[in-house]
């Protein structure tokens, strides 16, 4: 079962800041938070990740509360290509030669950027 | 850099045939991930592949197979087909460094839809 929960949808104005948020209250120390997006029917795009400290990169912003349990994703103007499915998971840093490659989707919050 | 590929991007087979998708990493990465993705359960993980050899795996019957070449390229092979196997099939690659620890981001592929009439 996936870690996490979010919020099923959400609607955010064009221009404006996107805030999805993520609960991930069973966190362990060595897990960390990634999220991904998927537009209708393609493969997901990866948008950022981290492990205790705020991320940003030139898709979106990651705020990770102090206890890590929860976590938001910003996208600081969202535009209408915007609108898709996004994921929050946890995953464990894992061994070169182990197993690290197992990603468990939840279902996402559904994001409709408005005009 | 080109991203993930798979082939092809659209099937339609009939019950009980086989069908065998293929997925080319991006240049450098060693590892091979496979997806199932239906309306009703959602992403699931099927298998992984590193080095040609499978590391992990989902809860998917027998009928659901791999492999990995040499290449990093990847099959998958599903025999027998059900209706119920009419998904998105997604491939994720990633870089699996050679050394300590790696969160090793995966990157998807476009997916391939098939139906299974």
């Known amino acids: 079962d996936a870690k996490t929960t979010q919020p099923p949808s959400m609607d955010c104005a064009e221009g404006r800041a996107a805030n999805l948020p993520c609960n991930h209250s069973?966190?362990?120390?060595?897990?960390?938070v990634y999220w991904y997006r998927q537009i209708h029917s393609q493969g997901p795009q990866y948008i950022i990740h981290g492990l205790k400290n705020n991320e940003t990169n030139e898709m979106a912003s990651l705020i990770i509360t102090e206890d890590r349990k929860s976590s938001t994703l910003i996208l600081p103007h969202a535009t209408l290509r915007d609108t898709a499915v996004y994921y929050c998971i946890v995953r464990v840093e894992a061994p070169i030669s182990n197993q690290g490659g197992k990603l468990i989707f939840g279902q996402g919050t559904e994001l409709s950027v408005k005009p | 850099k080109a991203g993930v590929t798979q082939t092809p991007r659209y099937l339609i087979k009939t019950r009980g045939q086989q069908v065998t998708l293929s997925c080319s990493p991006i240049s450098g990465h060693r590892s091979v991930s496979w997806y199932q993705q239906t309306p009703g359960q959602g992403l699931q993980f099927l298998f992984e592949y590193f080095s040609e050899t499978q590391r992990n795996k989902g809860n998917f019957p027998g009928r659901f197979s791999g492999r990995q070449f040499s290449n990093s390229r990847s099959e998958m092979n599903v025999s027998t087909l059900e209706l119920g196997d009419s998904a998105l099939y997604l491939c994720?690659?990633?870089?699996?460094?050679?050394?300590?620890?790696?969160?090793?981001?995966?990157?998807f592929g476009p997916g391939t839809r098939l139906t299974v009439l």
């Open positions: 069973t966190i362990s120390g060595n897990e960390y």
């Open positions: 994720a690659s990633s870089l699996k460094g050679t050394s300590g620890t790696s969160t090793d981001t995966q990157y």
